[in-house]
């Protein structure tokens, strides 16, 4: 079972910024593409921003140009691999709980646990 841990989040002010990272190792399989989603109100997890395989992104309109995703991978580690969610000019509506996913081949999507962002001053 591959785990995904998540960290990085927690109280942020506005206008300021907070890094998530999202790490699992050691998986053979190809990876299709990995994604930083919210929790929203009514407990949906919506899409923020996406990492394509062919190295291409998406950003929900409501973070274009504030958030930023990437990754990192190590093959001599275990096969680490680091994804990221740098977000810049935080708001209070990006109070959330965000779960990264990656979904991988002939073994699907694999969440992680959440982790708590809160954006107050």
């Known amino acids: 079972q591959v785990q995904l841990v998540e960290s990085g989040g927690g109280l942020g002010q506005p206008g300021g910024s907070l890094r998530l990272s999202c790490v699992f190792s050691?998986?053979?399989?190809?990876?299709?593409?990995m994604g930083w989603y919210r929790q929203a109100p009514d407990n949906r997890r919506d899409v923020v921003a996406y990492?394509?395989?062919?190295?291409?992104?998406?950003?929900?309109?409501?973070v274009k140009g504030r958030f930023t995703i990437s990754r990192e991978s190590d093959s001599r580690d275990n096969d680490r691999n680091t994804l990221y969610l740098q977000m810049n000019s935080l708001t209070p509506e990006d109070t959330s709980i965000y779960y990264c996913?990656?979904?991988?081949?002939?073994?699907?999507?694999?969440w992680g646990q959440g982790t708590q962002v809160t954006v107050s001053s």
């Open positions: 996913k990656a979904y991988f081949d002939k073994i699907g999507p694999h």
């Open positions: 990492l394509y395989s062919s190295g291409n992104s998406y950003y929900v309109d409501s």
């Open positions: 050691g998986v053979t399989f190809d990876i299709n593409g």
